[in-house]
């Protein structure tokens, strides 16, 4: 099946610093979905992605569909305590199949 | 409020038993899943489906079994033939196949 590359699989980082991670895959998506999964809940839709090229932010996040359609990444500004937890992209194919990513676990020292 | 319950959030059973999960939405969204995680790991799809009385087999269907006969609903059995049943089960729903999917709570599964 498809696979799905997330990097990096972890980040230790100091609050206020920025973070970035990114997918990657050898198939094309029309959609590409980033979601952030707290420690014993479900994962929760951040952002979703439906154009080769577009920038979408939601607060401190921000989350770009690859011009190529293979790739997307997720950055996050100015990390918070809160925003400890791990994160999965996810990609749609043209046959409706979604595909998740490994996922990133981000700590952040305070 | 619209949304995805799963119960019971924990759940405890013997080796050998038979256990099913809930899952219900009011969302009117035609698609449902099952996935399963382990521990530091990412999702794996069991089951799905996109419409009612109709589901198919994801990744990992073997010792699962599921039946959509309401819209709203897509109970998750796990089988004792199932060999590592203990994992953290989540439930999902899109609009359609395609769609962006939407989580439920997750249900911990123990078995002693």
């Known amino acids: 099946g498809q696979q799905l590359n997330q990097s990096p699989q972890s980040m230790f980082i100091q609050e206020g610093e920025d973070v970035s991670m990114n997918c990657t895959s050898s198939s094309i998506f029309n959609t590409w979905l980033w979601y952030k999964q707290d420690p014993g809940e479900g994962p929760v839709l951040l952002i979703a992605?439906?154009?080769?090229?577009e920038l979408t932010s939601n607060g401190r996040l921000t989350a770009q569909f690859g011009i190529t359609r293979k790739d997307s990444f997720l950055n996050i500004s100015a990390s918070i305590p809160s925003d400890v937890g791990i994160y999965f992209c996810a990609g749609i194919n043209a046959g409706n199949m979604l595909t998740f990513g490994g996922g990133t676990r981000l700590m952040v020292k305070p | 409020d619209g949304g995805i319950t799963q119960s019971p959030k924990y759940l405890f059973r013997k080796e050998g038993q038979n256990v099913t999960l809930s899952c219900e939405q009011n969302?009117?969204?035609?698609?449902m899943y099952w996935y399963r995680q382990d521990p530091g790991q990412g999702l794996r799809l069991i089951y799905y489906?996109?419409?009612?009385?109709?589901?198919q087999k994801g990744d990992i269907a073997e010792g699962y079994s599921v039946s959509r006969e309401k819209k709203e609903s897509f109970p998750l059995t796990v089988t004792s033939a199932q060999k590592n049943p203990t994992a953290f089960y989540l439930c999902?729903?899109?609009?359609?196949?395609?769609?962006?999917?939407?989580f439920g709570p997750g249900t911990r599964l123990t078995v002693l």
């Open positions: 999902a729903s899109s609009r359609r196949e395609g769609y962006e999917q939407f």
């Open positions: 489906s996109q419409i009612v009385n109709d589901f």
């Open positions: 992605l439906y154009k080769a090229g």
């Open positions: 969302l009117n969204h035609d698609a």
